[in-house]
Nanobody, 116 residues
Framework: VQLVESGGGLVEPGGSLRLSCVAS????????MSWYRQAPGKEREEVAW????????NYPDSVKGRFTISTDNRKNTVYLQMNSLKPDDTAAYYC??????????WGQGTQVTVSS
């Protein structure tokens, strides 16, 4: 398994970013996918989930209405569109399969910093 995240950066509050994650080493189209984030001193949390059919999605209340997860099965890529970013969204963002544990493989992540 390999997961390569990209697209992070420094953005002002209210701004937008689109994260990408290219997956390999497993059958991407047969797997749900999730985005997670981890801020310094906090536990990793799931912020977006998309089902195998790529129709069902789910988000925690903290990002609902602002984040959108999507995929391109042809490119084995999962995206996270993040709008109306807040300082509390500052974290390292990772993609992985739903329910991934700390002991599972994780990519290097991509850092998102929301600050003026």
């Amino acid at each position: 398994v390999q997961l390569v995240e990209s697209g992070g950066g420094l953005v002002e509050p209210g701004g937008s970013l689109r994260l990408s994650c290219v997956a390999s080493g497993f059958t991407f189209r047969d797997s749900g996918m999730s985005w997670y984030r981890q801020a310094p001193g906090k536990e990793r949390e799931e912020v977006a989930w998309i089902g195998i059919g790529r129709i069902s999605t789910n988000y925690p209340d903290s990002v609902k209405g602002r984040f959108t997860i999507s995929t391109d099965n042809r490119k084995n890529t999962v995206y996270l569109q993040m709008n109306s970013l807040k300082p509390d969204d500052t974290a390292a963002y990772y993609c992985n399969t739903p329910g991934a544990r700390a002991s599972d493989y994780w990519g290097q992540g991509t850092q998102v910093t929301v600050s003026s």
